[in-house]
């Protein structure tokens, strides 16, 4: 007897009586499957037909896959090259990961405008509005910086851009960023910025020949410690935050790295980067948009009722110090993953040496403004966040010739500028 779902297949397609022809069914079925060389031929036009469909459903997978690629093709490696030309006696070909980021749109600017080649690599990610993400990809394509949307953690396009370029500097600033968003999404962190980071290693110390990398740490990684300012010798295995722990674990990473396969690497511990272009969920950019809204500010003070300081740095004095690592970076000692001699390992700060209270900021944003704030002050929660920073620079200004310029007045002015430029001010009201 057949199952009832055998039985299901004979149903009228309209409802109403029916005669069960289930037992003349059976005898025909007998009589077709009799002999056995009849069931071999059905055998082999089941398999043969087994064999197309499977074949034609290949076909269907990679043509759509070939479709929604997001890499890959003729006209995706002409624009490859066409970014990475070197326009300079001398230049460099550098591969900027987190281009349509912050201080990633600058880098790759200053370096396409002294006439070094540049391929961007971006993910576009959603931690904050894309659509800014978006503008500076446009503003990167306005002079011929073609930004690849991609993942850094995807190893075979990684391989793909080494195979079509061969890139003199890398300059990895692709990174979770933000030290409160650890507490919600974890897992982001250690995507980003320890597999990331080992993938991106991987690529470099196969190509050929490996590039000279010049990454971003933080200063962050110097967590509860109390000793002021932060040197680059004074201990980091105090990290209050997850993403803290995450650059320290890129340091150590990337030491391994170089002193196994022979990368040229230089970290960078940025000290509270802000400018035009910033990111919206950095203070001073949160602040800016609220004071312009009406809506109220919450400032974090520390224990005893301290005010906390930052080391606030100008994104042109950044770049600076990104350009000057470049242009310091020693090549790498391997060839495909061997090394053949000790390689240059280098670690910066980078900041600005002039801690400045938050509630001092909130009052520069309101001269430039001309909005008075309204502020809710409340004791600074168990959330990774730090007191203070205080940059010691002086390895820097010995090594790279680093020499910050902006102080927070300037460049507070510049930002709220951009801002209201970008944003739209009229008659005392945000436009957005």
Known sequence: MPSMSEQELFLPSTPGKFKDKSHSMHRQFHRCFASTSTLFLWALFLVALTAAYLSFQSFVDSGSKYLTTAWGGIHWEKKVRASAQIHRENGFSVLVTGAAGFVGTHVSLALKKRGDGVVGLDNFNNYYDPSLKKARKNLLNSHNIFIVEGDVNDARMLAKLFEIVQFTHVMHLAAQAGVRYAMENPHSYVHSNIAGLVTLLEACKSAVPQPAIVWASSSSVYG??????????????????????????????????????????????????????????????SFTRNILRGKPITIYRGKNRVDLARDFT????????????????????????????????????????????????????????????????????????VPFTHANISFARRELGYKPTTDLQTGLKKFVKWYLSYYGYNHGKAVK
Request: charged share 25%; with cysteine.
């Open 224 to 285: 509860l410690n109390e000793k002021v300012p932060f040197s680059e010798l004074d201990r980091t295995d105090k990290p209050a935050s997850l993403y803290a722990a995450t650059k320290k674990a890129g340091e150590e990473i990337t030491h391994t790295y170089n002193h196994i396969y022979g990368l040229s690497i230089t970290g960078l511990r940025f000290f509270t980067v802000y400018g035009p272009w910033g990111r919206p969920d950095m203070a001073y950019f």
């Open 314 to 385: 100008y994104i042109d004095d950044i770049v600076k110090g990104c350009v000057a690592s470049l242009d310091t970076a020693k090549k790498s000692t391997g060839s495909g993953g061997k090394k053949r001699g000790p390689a240059q390992y280098r670690i910066f700060n980078l900041g600005n040496t002039s801690p400045v209270t938050v509630p001092m900021m909130v009052g520069i944003l309101e001269k430039h403004l001309k909005v008075k704030a309204k502020k809710n002050v409340v004791d600074m929660p168990g959330n990774g966040d």
